[in-house]
């Protein structure tokens, strides 16, 4: 049983923030915090991904005459990419919440969904 | 150098980087950057012919990227399945295009109408990367791209509801994408290869380990989420309702079909179909859920007043149908399948076109705008009335070939129980376009509504090609059919 909690305590911790993640991601009405909830979630798959590339004894992935055994590099390179995506969808998300809030002027859901959404866009 | 043999990645290439190019050139003067966008989705139209062709004569491609051997380079793979959905993804890409100028002048600022067009290639780059990759972490990238580019697309709307419809977007297409993510974590840690047809080798002997069966629930669930599989719909009907014309008619056309491509690709190719139907239930959860989607999403569209929006809940009523025949899995369904993602495209695409077509002239979306239209504008009205009839499942149209497919399949399946869905599905399809239908061609239009004013040329010639291509395909069902038999003998039979 220990080692079932002990030995992948790597798994328990990703799950753990992953379900904090989902959980602000569904049950938050405020967007911005959403939108945290949703890089928490995302943060704790690349983790999970980090945790996977460790090899026991193993050192950076680096050529070293000393180093007998590397780390694998590959998620590592996956998750720079993933990474670079969730800067993105951060990005577009946090200027979606500027133009909701210019338009409605507020950033809670209910508040949002009760003023309906027919007018036009006032910049324009 | 044959450039012939870069197809492949070209495909790819020349609407990424147009879509760079496009904010320099179109700067002053948004006119040469919808020359290029039409240049750049024809020319991926007939490399994609080409590859098919290719595909015909000599059998499957493999490309390499950077000529690093699969699988430890990103390898692009052709095959029957994907050179089909290329088609159709380059072709409706191109159509739109065409149509896009008019449209977009109408309903988008000056300002931004650059902008459109480069995110409109990034989009289109994305689509076709995730049917052209053939390794599976390259595709959660692509869907990525297109994503991000899809909820950008759908802001632009007017309305400012159009906002709030693509936050949703956004977060719900981040979850599934992260589940997807995860899913490719997992089959990763437990094979140690990303490569499509290295983890079908791989991945077998593994069948019974729990990570690789939580693996495909992730990207069951990811991947129905981006293909507005019933329950998992809820971002489609304010998306399609809100974004501009144009927008609506891509997204519909192709970028739930590139969903349901990859699903496919997943459970087929990735999978071994003995994995979804022995080791997992996986089938029969989808066919429970597809034939909810079919029923659910005609009756919501049966209550709608908003034409885009009926249109967006048709839209998860057919989604059902392709997932349906996949789940199937026997060849004949799988067929109706693979025919049904050309199929709707074509007739979803006339469709919002039409209508874009009537928003462009009247600024109308409600059903009852419609009324009398038949004397006002003839030929968007016949080109929407052969989608409607299209859909509805007449015979010789487009859906009256699909559909039967799946029937058939169905009944090689002994499902029976599938037919009466279908037929209610089809009756309720047809409750809902004839009254729009009737309202067109017999009901009396207010004063102005006598006079003919149709659309111009550049709304009118795009519409009407999906319309009679609609005719065409409902006709001539053995070209595409015996493409998609192919692949769908390809999808179940292994390479």
């Keep these: ?124 | 150098m044959n450039i012939a043999e870069h197809f492949p990645v070209l495909v790819i290439v020349i609407p990424l980087l147009s879509a760079v190019i496009i904010p320099v050139v179109g700067r002053n003067n948004t006119l040469y950057s919808w020359y290029i966008t039409v240049a750049v989705t024809l020319s991926c139209f007939l490399i994609s012919l080409s590859l098919l062709n290719t595909v015909m004569s000599k059998g499957k491609i493999s490309y390499w990227l950077g000529g690093w051997e699969p699988p430890w380079g990103i390898e692009y793979v052709v095959d029957y399945l994907n050179a089909f959905v290329l088609i159709v993804v380059a072709f409706i890409a191109f159509i739109v295009s065409l149509y896009a100028k008019k449209s977009v002048e109408k309903e988008i600022d000056e300002n931004k109408i650059t902008p459109f067009y480069s995110i409109y290639l990034l989009f289109v780059a994305g689509l076709m990367g995730i049917v052209i990759t053939g390794d599976i972490f390259n595709l959660y990238v692509f869907l990525e791209i297109a994503s991000l580019a899809g909820y950008a697309l759908i802001a632009v709307g007017r309305k400012r509801a159009a906002l709030m419809a693509s936050y949703n977007y956004l977060i719900l297409g981040t979850i599934a994408a992260t589940f997807i993510l995860l899913g490719i974590g997992y089959l990763y840690m437990v094979t140690g290869t990303l490569n499509m047809a290295d983890l079908r080798d791989r991945l077998p002997m593994l069948y019974e380990s729990r990570v690789v069966r939580t693996a495909f629930a992730f990207f069951t669930v990811g991947l129905s989420l981006k293909l507005a599989l019933f329950p998992l719909h809820a971002w489609l009907p304010n998306a399609y309702t809100y974004a501009p014309s144009v927008v609506s008619a891509i997204m519909a056309a192709t970028a739930t079909k590139v969903g349901a491509y990859a699903l496919l690709r997943v459970m087929f190719t990735v999978f071994k179909p003995e994995f979804d139907l022995q080791v997992v239930p996986v089938t029969k959860i989808l066919i429970v859920l597809a034939l909810i989607a079919i029923i659910a999403g005609s009756v919501l569209a049966v209550a709608q007043t908003n034409l885009k929006r009926m249109l967006a809940y048709s839209s998860v009523g057919q989604i059902g149908y392709i997932v349906l025949g996949a789940a199937l899995a026997n060849q004949v369904a799988m067929t109706g399948s693979l025919l049904h993602i050309l199929n709707h495209s074509l007739m979803k695409g006339a469709l919002f076109l039409a209508v874009g077509a009537v928003v462009y002239k009247l600024g109308i979306e409600e059903i009852s705008g419609l009324k009398g239209m038949g004397k006002k504008m003839p030929f968007t009205m016949a080109a929407f009335t052969v989608g409607g009839i299209s859909m509805i499942g007449v015979p010789l149209t487009v859906g009256f070939v699909s559909k039967w497919y799946i029937v058939l399949g169905a009944l090689a399946s002994d499902m029976w129980f599938i037919v009466p869905v279908i037929l209610l599905s089809s009756l309720l399809t047809a409750v809902y376009f004839w009254r729009i239908i009737e309202g067109i061609y017999f009901a009396v239009p207010d004063g102005a509504g006598q006079i003919r004013d149709d659309a111009p040329l550049g709304l009118l010639v795009p519409t009407m090609v999906l319309a009679g291509l609609c005719i065409f395909f409902g006709v001539a069902a053995v070209i595409p059919a015996s493409i998609a038999g192919k692949a769908a003998n390809m999808l179940l039979g292994g390479v």
């Excluded at chain 1, 193993?58 to 998750?79: C, F, K, Q, R, S």
């Design chain 1, 1 to 124: 049983m220990l080692e079932f909690i002990a030995g992948k305590y790597n798994y328990w911790i990703h799950v753990t923030l992953m379900m904090i993640g989902f959980y602000a991601i569904i049950a938050k009405g405020n967007l911005i915090k959403k939108v945290i909830g949703m890089n928490i979630f995302q943060t704790a798959v690349f983790l999970f991904y980090i945790s996977i590339s460790k090899v026991k004894g193993g050192t950076a992935p680096i050529v070293w005459d000393e180093a007998v055994l590397y780390n694998n590099p590959l998620p590592h390179v996956l998750i720079l990419t993933a990474i670079v995506v969730s800067v993105s969808t951060t990005a577009v998300a946090l200027a979606l919440i500027i133009r909701i809030y210019r338009e409605y002027g507020t950033i809670e859901e209910d508040e949002i969904l009760a003023m309906g959404g027919e007018r036009i866009n006032a910049q324009r």
